[in-house]
Structures are given as structure tokens and as C-alpha cells.
């Protein structure tokens, strides 16, 4: 009889999906090292021999519903960016969009764990896994935002998937939905309004501001004014709503969509592979590893 536990240990060994180590440990009778050599054989298990590589490469995209009440933005990694123009990778990270807007996982370790929509006898990290072993790179799922909104949502992407931007609004339309996406895909706010900077931030920054003031010789009652001055465009660089709008720098984006009667709650930005450490291509050590087996 073929366990769960056999199939978890299996999986876990060879990185191979659910259903993949299931299928061989049936076919060897339970014997763990013959299902492996089977797995190497169909190319399956070399998924697992993939996973330390570095992934900072891939592709970010966002999928908006035809009524514009749920949008999703999501980074999925690869490790280099051939890949990222790979039909069917850009397929799967589409799926997995798609995904994300229907069946609203909380995380991505609750993504992995779900029945895949498109590949209904497997669960999302079986797919992915599966698409290691086919496509013959690491990947990962790194990170998604999901919007459900009474108002719109609204995306952009930029850089055929560099840069993907997701916006929720109340009473706006999607012309400016679109401009407010193109403004922070250019911009890069880190926060929404200055009530949303945490306190910490703000209180750091004061004291850089006013030791820069008062090195440049300015009194102590001085150099507090100048700092209130400074922070100002602090916040004009950070906030998006303090931002100057990009099309019209005589106004800022709040003023513009305070103008047109509107309102934005949220959004998101995701770079690729921000924050992530990059690969770094060595040919004469990828040569001397290949010679070396």
C-alpha cells in the first residue's frame, strides 16, 4: 500500500509534484531508490536539483476582472530573464494571476497548497514544480497583492513585465486609474499619504534632517524650522498623494484626483526582482562544474 507519508518523503527528496511520486511509487511497489530512477528518467526529479539556484529574474503581471472589482499584481522568479520570455512560463504566471483573483489565498504558501484551476489533478506546487523540471530553471512564486473593491481597480505594467502596478479608487474612472498606475510605476511612492508612514520613519529622517542643518552651521531655533521645511519634501517624495503628478507638475496627485471628485484607498508596486540577490554569471565556473559532473 502506497502511503501518504511514502509520497510526502518522496516529494520532499526529489522535488517532484504529488501525483508524479504517487504514480512511481506504484509502479516500483513502495521501493523508494527504483521510483527515484524512474522520476530521473521521465526528467522530473531534477526539479529538486534546480532549487538553490538563485531566482531574481521572471516576470510581473497583474489581472484585472471584467468589472474592475478585483485586481491582482504578482512577481513570479525565474533565474534568467530568456525565461521571462517564455511562452510558457508567461502562461503559467498568468494562470497563477488568475488564480490569485478566483480562489483569494491569503499567502503564497496557501497558493502552492491549492487544486490548481487549470490542472485540476494537481496542486498549484505540483504545476510549478512540474514547470521546473519542463522548462529546466528555478522558479518561484514569490509574492501577490489581491484587491477586492465597491469602487475600481485598475493596472499597469511597464517594461513588458519589469514593473507591475495595481490601483483601487473610489469614484474615479479608468482614464485616471491608468494615469494614478503610470505615476507610481514612474514615481515609485513608498506610501499613500503621510498619515501612512510609520513613525519610526518619520522620526529618523527628522534627525538626519536637522544634524545636516545644524552641521551647516545653523542655530538650534533655525535649524528646527528648516527641518519642518525639509520633511515637507520629504513626504513630496515618498507619499503618493504629495507626489507631483508626472503629466502636470503644477499639481500634485491629490489635488488632480481630488479634482476629478475621487478617492485612492491603495495600491501596489512590484519591481522585479527588488530586494532580491542577483545571479552572478561565472562561465568558467559553470564550465568546470559541467566537466565535473
Known amino acids: 500500500m502506497i502511503t501518504a507519508e511514502l509520497v510526502k518523503q518522496l516529494r520532499e527528496k526529489t522535488?517532484?509534484?504529488?501525483?508524479?511520486?504517487?504514480?512511481?511509487?506504484?509502479?516500483?511497489?513502495?521501493?523508494?531508490e527504483k521510483a527515484i530512477e524512474l522520476l530521473r528518467e521521465r526528467g522530473i526529479a531534477k526539479a529538486?536539483?534546480?532549487s538553490d539556484r538563485i531566482a531574481a529574474e521572471g516576470l510581473v503581471t497583474t489581472y484585472v476582472t471584467a468589472d474592475q472589482k478585483v485586481g491582482v499584481v504578482v512577481?513570479?522568479?525565474?533565474?534568467?530573464?530568456?525565461?521571462?520570455?517564455?511562452?510558457e512560463f508567461r502562461n503559467f504566471v498568468a494562470d497563477i494571476a488568475k488564480q490569485v483573483a478566483e480562489k483569494r489565498p491569503a499567502t503564497v504558501e496557501e497558493l502552492l497548497a491549492?487544486?490548481?484551476?487549470?490542472?485540476?489533478?494537481?496542486?498549484?506546487?505540483?504545476?510549478?514544480?512540474?514547470?521546473?523540471?519542463t522548462i529546466g530553471e528555478n522558479m518561484s512564486i514569490r509574492r501577490f497583492e489581491r484587491f477586492e473593491s465597491n469602487g475600481l481597480v485598475e493596472s499597469y505594467i511597464h517594461g513588458d513585465g519589469k514593473i507591475g502596478v495595481l490601483v483601487e479608487m473610489e469614484n474615479?474612472?479608468?482614464?485616471?486609474?491608468?494615469?494614478?498606475c503610470m505615476q507610481i510605476a514612474a514615481a515609485k511612492p513608498e506610501y499613500l499619504n503621510r498619515e501612512s508612514v510609520?513613525?519610526?520613519?518619520?522620526?529618523?529622517?527628522?534627525?538626519?534632517?536637522?544634524?545636516?542643518?545644524?552641521?551647516?552651521?545653523?542655530?538650534?531655533?533655525?535649524a528646527e524650522k528648516i527641518v519642518q521645511g525639509r520633511i515637507n519634501k520629504f513626504y513630496g517624495e515618498i507619499c503618493l498623494v504629495e507626489q507631483d503628478?508626472?503629466?502636470?507638475p503644477d499639481q500634485t496627485v491629490g489635488k488632480l484626483v481630488e479634482s476629478k471628485g475621487a478617492k485612492i484607498v491603495r495600491f501596489a508596486r512590484f519591481e522585479k526582482g527588488e530586494g532580491l540577490q542577483?545571479?552572478?554569471e561565472n562561465f568558467a565556473e559553470e564550465v568546470a562544474k559541467q566537466i565535473n559532473g
Not at 536637522?210 to 542655530?219: I, R, S, W
Not at 503628478?245 to 502636470?248: A, E, L
Open 15 to 32: 522535488g517532484a509534484g504529488m501525483m508524479d511520486c504517487k504514480k512511481v511509487l506504484t509502479e516500483t511497489n513502495g521501493d523508494e
Open 48 to 50: 529538486a536539483k534546480k
Open 75 to 87: 512577481e513570479v522568479n525565474a533565474e534568467t530573464d530568456f525565461v521571462a520570455k517564455n511562452e
Open 114 to 133: 491549492q487544486t490548481s484551476m487549470v490542472e485540476t489533478d494537481k496542486t498549484v506546487q505540483d504545476v510549478l514544480t512540474n514547470k521546473i523540471a
Open 172 to 180: 474615479g474612472n479608468t482614464d485616471l486609474a491608468k494615469d494614478v
Open 198 to 222: 510609520p513613525a519610526d520613519r518619520v522620526a529618523h529622517e527628522m534627525e538626519i534632517l536637522k544634524a545636516q542643518a545644524v552641521n551647516e552651521g545653523k542655530p538650534e531655533a533655525v
Open 245 to 248: 503628478f508626472v503629466k502636470d
Open 278 to 280: 542577483k545571479r552572478e
